[in-house]
């Protein structure tokens, strides 16, 4: 598979910068990180049952947050769109793109730029639906896998973000989504990383 890019920490004046600690990318020989393990105790269970399933199917898991070659960020995203595409047939919905057919190929960048239709109940599979949403958690998790990314610590930072939107200001939109307040803080995912590639770092 050739060099690895990874996360680099440098440091710098947090008066300057919003951020202390910002990420910078570099190549890194795999071989740099041979024998090394991900930490377990940053991943949930699902996350080490995905992790054994990549290894079985020989699929790479760096141990460090790194940007994989192009081959293995197509599949992930293939993977992702064809669990999510099943899903949402399970769902009873059809998906539709707005772009002429005599304009070809169209990169699809905006949910915006999509249809969506209720095809009736009776198009709706509640099995296919748990297991659609089943196979979504594994095919992302994985990609956090293949992108050597432990999932716990970001999963607790946004499941603590989200729950921080419905602070005063928040409401409800009329398509059903809830829009945060004014004065909600993103998670701190580059930080989060960055941590993460801290530990990649120290002595075994």
Same mark, same amino acid.
């Given at each position: 598979?050739?060099?690895? /890019?990874?996360?680099? /920490?440098?440091?710098?004046?947090?008066?300057?910068?919003?951020?202390?600690?910002?990420?910078?990318?570099?190549?890194? @020989?795999?071989?740099?990180?041979?024998?090394?393990?991900?930490?377990?105790?940053?991943?949930?269970?699902?996350?080490?049952?995905?992790?054994?399933?990549?290894?079985?199917?020989?699929?790479?898991?760096?141990?460090?947050?790194?940007?994989?070659?192009?081959?293995?960020?197509?599949?992930?995203?293939?993977?992702? #769109?064809?669990?999510?595409?099943?899903?949402?047939?399970? #769902?009873?919905?059809?998906?539709?793109?707005?772009?002429?057919?005599?304009?070809?190929?169209?990169?699809?960048?905006?949910?915006?730029?999509?249809?969506?239709?209720?095809?009736?109940?009776?198009?709706?599979?509640?099995?296919?639906?748990?297991?659609?949403?089943?196979?979504?958690?594994?095919?992302?998790?994985?990609?956090?896998?293949?992108?050597?990314?432990?999932?716990?610590?970001?999963?607790?930072?946004?499941?603590?973000?989200?729950? @921080?939107?419905?602070?005063?200001?928040?409401?409800?939109?009329?398509?059903?989504?809830?829009?945060?307040?004014?004065?909600?803080?993103?998670?701190?995912?580059?930080?989060?990383?960055?941590?993460?590639?801290? @530990?990649?770092?120290?002595?075994?």
């Amino acid at each position: 598979m050739g060099d690895r /890019i990874r996360l680099d /920490i440098r440091t710098y004046d947090p008066d300057l910068i919003p951020s202390a600690a910002r990420l910078v990318w570099h190549p890194l @020989a795999r071989s740099s990180w041979k024998g090394r393990t991900m930490q377990k105790s940053q991943m949930t269970p699902h996350q080490q049952r995905v992790a054994e399933f990549m290894a079985k199917a020989g699929q790479d898991v760096p141990t460090a947050p790194t940007v994989p070659a192009a081959e293995t960020r197509i599949l992930r995203a293939k993977l992702i #769109l064809e669990e999510a595409f099943e899903t949402i047939r399970a #769902l009873g919905v059809c998906v539709w793109h707005r772009a002429a057919p005599e304009h070809g190929w169209a990169n699809v960048t905006h949910i915006g730029e999509l249809n969506f239709t209720d095809l009736g109940v009776e198009q709706v599979d509640i099995v296919d639906v748990v297991d659609g949403c089943a196979d979504v958690s594994v095919v992302t998790n994985g990609t956090l896998l293949a992108f050597g990314v432990a999932d716990k610590p970001i999963l607790e930072a946004v499941d603590a973000s989200n729950l @921080a939107k419905f602070g005063p200001g928040g409401y409800r939109r009329e398509d059903g989504k809830w829009v945060k307040s004014k004065d909600w803080v993103p998670p701190d995912i580059a930080g989060l990383l960055a941590d993460q590639c801290t @530990a990649a770092e120290e002595p075994a």
